[in-house]
């Protein structure tokens, strides 16, 4: 005789349908997390409050519903790494999540750590993890179960992403450019050598002696930093990629002679950077959806395709004529991607962490698992 709504920001609402002339509210159950969703079994209702997880509401009386129980979810997952058996995740608002993926069919969260911004991106070296929150933080995972902030640096502008190539941290900063921190001393990072980009500095990759910066503002490309003297960064090269202020260069991967960019509107731009101080692009190939986070195993680009999309796979065996063989669907927006022991784990928003494989370069991806 009762129907049960998710009424987003007003929680879950009973109404009396026993005339169906004339429902009427008759319960509800107010919460600030958000009802995106609702199922009954039993004398339980059981709410999807978003990023906010699953929450259990005892409904055996209709006009006093009562919360018993919840789990809450990841947060909204932006970006992943994995060292060894866990997956650590940046979960904007939640911080720093650590997932035990020893049994990939089964992972569960074992630590976290909250920042005190959220959480975009995450780099991990050995027993550090390192979190950009707009700030570059270091936190100890040497027991993922309490990993703790040990070092910090307040970086000019608004850190956005960060790879750790030997004692350095490379930190993508907004419209503060490239920023070479040193975290030889991980408890006193400090800032040795920048490069102001004429633009926005979105993504970072290392390769040898050079960093590639991608930037989808308002000039939208990649350039080629050479780093070999990481107090002195010094631009070398660049090369404009097509999609304007709305689409531009999002993620960027370097493997051989190729760098691989993901435009959020054109898809995958391969750009050849054998020579660093003329980088031109060769190969492409466009795709539904936002072209997000990328990465490469085999003769293989793996890409997260926002907008409920999900996984592309694209054979980069011949790099001028990369084309898409396999596509996953996922739930949430697939923001990221990493490659680890015979795995692939999608960061896909709210729709949490998922892992696909075993896969090889002969192997394709069925879907194991979403946590």
């Known amino acids: ?20 002339v004339h429902p009427q509210e008759v319960g509800s159950w107010d919460t600030l997390r958000g009802s995106e969703g609702v199922a009954i079994s039993g004398r339980y209702a059981y709410v999807a409050a978003g990023n906010r997880g699953l929450w259990v509401i005892d409904i055996s009386d209709p006009f006093h519903p009562v919360e018993v129980g919840s789990c809450e979810a990841l947060g909204s997952a932006w970006d992943v790494a994995v060292s060894g058996s866990y997956a650590y ?35 991990v070296s050995g027993r550090y993890a390192y979190v950009v929150d707009g700030d570059l933080r270091v936190v100890d995972i040497s027991d993922p179960f309490h990993p703790r902030e040990v ?5 000019p502008g608004f850190a956005k992403d960060v790879v750790v190539s030997g004692r350095y941290a490379y930190v993508a900063d907004g419209c503060e450019g490239l920023r070479v921190i040193d975290i030889s001393d991980p408890f006193h990072p400090r800032e040795v050598g920048s490069w102001d980009a004429l633009g926005s500095a979105d993504e970072v990759a290392i390769s040898g002696h050079y960093a590639y910066v991608a930037n989808n503002g308002w000039w939208t490309g990649l350039w080629v930093i050479d780093i070999s003297d990481p107090a002195h960064p010094l631009e070398v090269g660049s090369c ?18 190729y760098a691989y ?22 190969g492409s190939c466009d795709m539904p959806g936002r072209a997000l ?9 793996y890409v ?12 980069i065996s011949d790099p001028t004529q990369p084309r898409r063989v396999s596509f996953y669907k996922i739930a949430g927006d697939a923001f990221d991607v990493a490659i680890s022991g015979g795995y692939l784990y999608v960061a896909a928003g709210q729709g949490g962490l998922f892992i696909f494989g075993p896969f090889s370069q002969h192997l394709h991806l069925p879907l194991i698992r979403s946590s």
Not at 106 to 121: S, Y
């Open 1 to 20: 005789s009762y129907a049960y709504v998710a009424a987003e920001s007003r929680g879950l609402r009973v109404v009396d349908v026993s005339d169906p």
């Open 89 to 123: 995740v940046a979960a904007e608002s939640r911080g720093l999540r650590v997932v035990d993926v020893s049994d990939p069919f089964h992972p569960r969260e074992v630590g976290f750590w909250d920042t005190p911004r959220d959480a975009w991106d995450v780099a």
């Open 151 to 155: 070092g910090f640096w307040d970086t």
């Open 240 to 257: 404009d990629v097509p999609g304007g202020p709305v689409g531009g260069a999002f993620d960027v991967v370097v493997a051989g002679h």
């Open 261 to 282: 960019v993901t435009n959020r509107h054109l898809g995958l731009r391969v750009i050849d950077v054998s020579d660093p101080t003329h980088p031109q692009e060769v």
């Open 293 to 301: 986070g990328v990465a490469l195993s085999g003769h293989y680009a």
């Open 304 to 315: 997260a395709n926002g907008c409920f999309h999900g996984l592309e796979v694209i054979n």
